[in-house]
């Protein structure tokens, strides 16, 4: 049998897998992306417990590995009482991780839009909130859509450490397949192909979007 004919007669065991692996990257950027904005928002607040509390949330989230906080709220939390099913522990662990290293980005966007524009919404009378949400925001979230659509990209690939828990992702599918099989190689070069042709669509959006970003940049 060759290994083209075995990758079709695959691909239909591992598309379930597949589709949790991208349900598991939506939910985790859906969650992620929002609190990422928050906690960078807290973190320019002038008042000191809403610094303290982004500053946990952020330096825990990018300091621990996703592996890792994977381990603690699968396998630690029963211990304080708190059971969580596998994919749930999957989401928050991955949401974590990703809205950590997606405040960063808020805030180095948030820091990039320049005085004058925030001047310019206090002398339009838009001040506070609505000048926040209506003048600053915008140009934020435009600075930081590039960094976050590569961001995307790796907690695409980041999810398949969920496999480490029992989360019926794309890799723990390869794994089910490789063990009956035996065709470790052939199993893995396949589940490696979808990882990358994936992770090269995405990549491809996201030069995309960069082009587009710069041309709107460019006529400003």
Do not use: C
């Amino acid at each position: 049998m060759d290994m083209l004919t075995q990758w079709l007669g695959w691909l239909p065991n591992l598309a379930p897998g597949l589709v949790v692996s991208l349900q598991l990257t939506g939910l985790a950027l859906l969650i992620g992306f929002p609190l990422g904005l928050l906690f960078a928002v807290m973190a320019a607040a002038k008042l000191a417990p809403l610094q303290w509390i982004s500053f946990l949330f952020v330096e825990v989230g990018r300091g621990l590995p996703a592996l890792v906080l994977l381990y603690l709220l699968y396998f630690s939390l029963p211990d304080a009482g708190i059971t969580l099913t596998s994919l749930t522990t999957a989401i928050i662990a991955l949401s974590w991780n990703a809205g950590a290293y997606a405040s960063e980005y808020f805030r180095a966007g948030l820091a990039a839009v320049p005085l004058g524009q925030k001047e310019a919404a206090l002398t339009s009378g838009l001040s506070g909130w609505t000048g926040f949400r209506i003048v600053i925001l915008p140009q934020a979230l435009r600075i930081s859509t590039p960094p976050l659509a590569g961001l995307a990209v790796l907690v695409f690939q980041a999810s398949a450490l969920a496999f480490v828990i029992a989360v019926p992702e794309l890799m723990s599918k390869s794994f089910e397949i490789a063990s009956i099989s035996f065709e470790y190689l052939s199993v893995y070069m396949l589940t490696a192909v979808i990882y990358g042709s994936i992770t090269l669509v995405f990549l491809g959006l996201v030069r995309v979007l960069e082009r587009r970003l710069s041309r709107h940049l460019q006529r400003n």
